[in-house]
């Protein structure tokens, strides 16, 4: 799926402007292995994550997060991997954490008590947060999207694990999940190793990723960018992990600027 999900039309929750709620989105870059919550193009939190093991990939597209459930269950899908699980009630062991937030019916941003799993692909496709961080962030959505539950109640649950609570949100918030191994950040450029094995860290990663970022690569000779993709594998060697960074006027010199093109009328 292309292009941003537009948002549901729905009456705002009071306290919440529709200009607000318009501007929240969650960006998710698979590689990077973060969540970025932003306002409008300014993010305004960063979370680190575990994604979908290889042979359970988190799925990539765009999305709409619905609602949270708070003080989930853990009751284990029809399949293979989970065969030997058990149904866990709500708790400090639960898989699921303190918090699960939905974006489709199989897959959730949710806590986890495996904290040691962050930052690796780790799960069966879910995407998994520290609690801390899947709290915050669910705390955001109810204030930002108009959430269902009121004040006290969400009060009340944080406090403790029962009774489990869905916080339905008026305003779905955009979810994009994407899979880029190269990305420019605040002038670096930012290589990615390729969990997934798909193939996609070559030169021409690195090009396009110039170009979004609004640089002129037409000189940019293939043998620099060969040379910066040569040093980033042989980090990956010691750390399979890592973001490699490259600011981008030290790795490829003075790259102009393409023209902005305008048109009148």
Known sequence: MRGWVALMVAAAAPGVTAAQTRQLRLD???????????????????????????????????????HAEWNPWWRPPAREWAKDEKITPPGPENPMGKVKIFFSP????????????????????CVRL????????????HERAG?????????????????????????????RIRYDVAEVRDGELVLY????????????????ALLAAGYDVRGLPRAAVQSVLDHAHAVW??????AVRFPVAEAFGSLPRRALVTVDG
């Open 106 to 125: 199989l897959y959730y941003l949710h806590g986890t008590p495996e904290h040691e799993s962050i930052g690796t692909p780790a799960s069966h496709g």
């Open 28 to 66: 998710l870059n698979i590689p990077a292995l973060e969540l970025v919550v932003y306002e409008g193009d300014r993010p305004i939190r960063a979370m680190p994550v575990a994604v979908g093991q290889v042979g359970h990939e988190t799925p990539t597209g765009d999305f709409l997060v619905t």
């Open 193 to 208: 190793p390729d969990l997934y094995r798909w193939g996609r860290l070559h030169a021409e990663a690195v090009y396009q």
């Open 130 to 141: 520290r609690n801390a961080d899947a709290v915050a962030l669910a705390r955001l959505l």
């Open 147 to 175: 959430g269902s539950l009121p004040a006290a109640t969400l009060q009340r649950i944080l406090r403790r694990y029962r009774p489990t609570v869905v916080d339905r949100f008026r305003r779905p918030v955009p979810l």
């Open 237 to 242: 060697a010691a750390n399979p992990l890592v």
